[in-house]
């Protein structure tokens, strides 16, 4: 079977650096996705991986390690308004997303 | 309209009422999705279609029905609604370059009584 697993939530203070792991098997692998869901709203993409590697966008990067079938999302300098929950899908071989039930994030002054 | 439209927002439904949830994208996407998502549960895939004039079956299709005539509109149709249909749903629209994601609706929160 398809499996996503990410850490139900987290904890973090602001300013400082929190990292989201996401583990996941897959029939096939088409890439990657983070995205950003604020409570009552529609999720909002982060980032895409395809290749291993770094990502950087700004306060956010994400890391591909495809033979480890592993991700993370780190967050930088956090901000009250990062407080959400943070989605990671895998694109499998028939180009449909599979989701993760999602990581919240907590952030305290 | 910019991006996807949903309707309604929210709706209360009484149990055995037949309802269906609009969807409307104005950029033209081929490939368009229906999601539930449930507390502790990930997105789940009802139905999909590729291109107009198609539709698939996804994780979740049970009590669930499709059409998708045109390239804008990929309306959901609740036949006979169960509580265990309460849920946020999400419409969803996808270019053919994958590296781009989804883009979601602002969801529909449905509580059928």
């Known amino acids: 079977g398809q499996n996503i697993d990410q850490p139900t939530e987290m904890t973090a203070t602001e300013g400082a650096i929190v990292q989201i792991n996401c583990t996941y098997q897959?029939?096939?692998?088409?890439?990657l996705f983070w995205y950003q869901q604020h409570a009552g709203e529609a999720p909002t993409f982060l980032s895409y991986?395809?290749l291993d590697g770094l990502e950087e966008k700004g306060r956010f990067s994400s890391f591909l390690s495809r033979s480890k079938g592993y991700s993370y999302l780190l967050l930088k300098e956090l901000q009250m308004k990062d407080s959400a929950s943070y989605l990671c899908?895998?694109?499998?071989?028939?180009?449909?997303?599979?989701w993760g039930a999602g990581t919240k994030l907590i952030i305290k002054p | 309209i910019a991006g996807i439209t949903q309707a309604p927002t929210s709706q209360i439904l009484a149990a055995g009422r037949r309802m269906t949830l609009r969807c409307t994208q104005d950029?033209?996407?081929?490939?368009m999705y229906w999601y539930r998502q449930d507390l502790g549960l990930g997105l789940r895939l009802i139905h999909y279609?590729?291109?107009?004039?198609?539709?698939g079956k996804g994780e979740v299709p049970d009590g669930y029905s499709v059409s998708r005539a045109n390239t804008d509109d990929f309306p959901l149709t609740l036949a006979s609604a169960v509580p265990s249909q309460t849920s946020v749903y999400f419409c969803?629209?996808?270019?053919?370059?994958?590296?781009?994601?989804?883009?979601f609706g602002s969801g529909t929160r449905l509580t059928v009584v």
């Open positions: 991986n395809v």
């Open positions: 897959t029939s096939g692998f088409n890439g």
């Open positions: 899908a895998v694109m499998d071989s028939n180009y449909q997303l599979i």
């Open positions: 969803a629209s996808s270019e053919g370059d994958s590296r781009y994601g989804y883009t």
């Open positions: 950029m033209r996407h081929n490939a």
């Open positions: 279609s590729n291109t107009a004039g198609t539709t």
